[in-house]
């Protein structure tokens, strides 16, 4: 057990806050009062669990999900 946590510390050490796209390390950006994850090499914006709705303005939580998936057809 200890070995898998000490694998699991390593493996977040060296991904956090890196690029899920390209490996570079992103930065913190505020847009809108939330602090939005971008990656100035490939220009990817990323969004933690409940932002997109924050950055749109929805009160419900989940909305935005909700209303994606109506657009994709999974509603």
């Known amino acids: 057990a200890k070995i898998a946590e000490e694998a699991k510390a390593e493996a977040k050490k060296l991904h956090w806050m890196?690029?899920?796209k390209?490996?570079?390390e992103?930065?913190?950006?505020e847009y809108r009062g939330v602090q939005v994850d971008n990656c100035f090499s490939c220009g990817g914006m990323f969004l933690d669990a409940g932002e997109a709705e924050k950055i749109l303005g929805f009160e419900e939580p989940?909305?935005?999900n909700k209303m994606f998936g109506y657009f994709i057809g999974k509603d």
């Open 62 to 64: 989940g909305a935005f």
């Open 22 to 24: 390209c490996g570079m």
């Open 18 to 20: 890196h690029c899920p």
């Open 26 to 29: 992103l930065t913190e950006i």
